[in-house]
């Protein structure tokens, strides 16, 4: 089975979780939670032995798996992408204060059915490729959990750099658009203020030549 190990939790506290083997992931994962920097949203993966720990936070909740390190990556990170959404779904904004496991005897089998279904299913693997690549193309660097916990070391939040350059990007084209209308706007006023230049000076001379500002040899 690829994926052996689930939860769901706001900060360090767990709302509900699966384990499909008899592992320490639980602890790992309690571990993982409670050293993860910050509130910002996240998808990052640990590395500990031959299985990787797959993490993605969004709004403040965090859904956690423990895969096979053949599993890769597409499929942890797909499963954690529909256990988040029907997570949110089915309890709403009861996420945000509920107390730890109130979620765990009704939503820990439908951890069980995803797990198996992203695990065994090749249907799963079909979709999820195309899912993949169209807005999941992500570079997911792994940090060494070993290294965290037998030496106490601080763990490394290894950030998804795909999409900073994406914010980034966004952006820049807000404010090359901002540019755009700012300069269009000062082209508008220039223009005006030239047409309203340019149609004193012909009534000044208009005036001039018709001997008065009323044009009193001009208009009979």
């Known amino acids: 089975m690829a994926i052996l190990y689930a939860l769901v939790a706001r900060g360090s506290v767990v709302l509900a979780e699966f384990s499909a083997a008899p592992t320490n992931a639980s602890n790992i994962a309690r571990q993982i939670l409670e050293k993860i920097p910050g509130n910002n949203d996240s998808h990052v993966s640990y590395s500990q032995d031959r299985y990787i720990f797959h993490v993605k936070r969004t709004d403040g909740l965090t859904v956690l798996c423990m895969a096979d390190d053949s599993a890769g990556r597409r499929i942890p990170f797909a499963f954690l992408e529909d256990i988040h959404g029907r997570f949110v779904k089915t309890y709403g904004r009861g996420v945000h204060t509920a107390l730890a496991y109130a979620m765990n005897e009704e939503f820990s089998r439908v951890l069980s059915q995803q797990m198996d279904y992203y695990s065994n299913d090749p249907n799963a693997d079909r979709i999820n490729r195309m899912k993949g690549e169209m807005n999941q193309v992500r570079n997911v660097m ?49 223009m005006v203020a030239l047409i309203v230049l340019l149609l004193i000076v012909i009534y000044v001379v208009v005036a001039f030549a018709c001997h008065g500002i009323t044009l009193p040899s001009c208009i009979r």
């Open 142 to 190: 792994i940090e060494n959990i070993d290294k965290v916990l037998e030496r106490g070391d601080r763990l490394e939040l290894l950030v998804d750099k795909t999409t900073t350059m994406q914010g980034n990007t966004f952006r820049f084209r807000k404010q090359a658009r901002r540019f755009k209308n700012a300069a269009w706007w000062r082209n508008v006023k220039l």
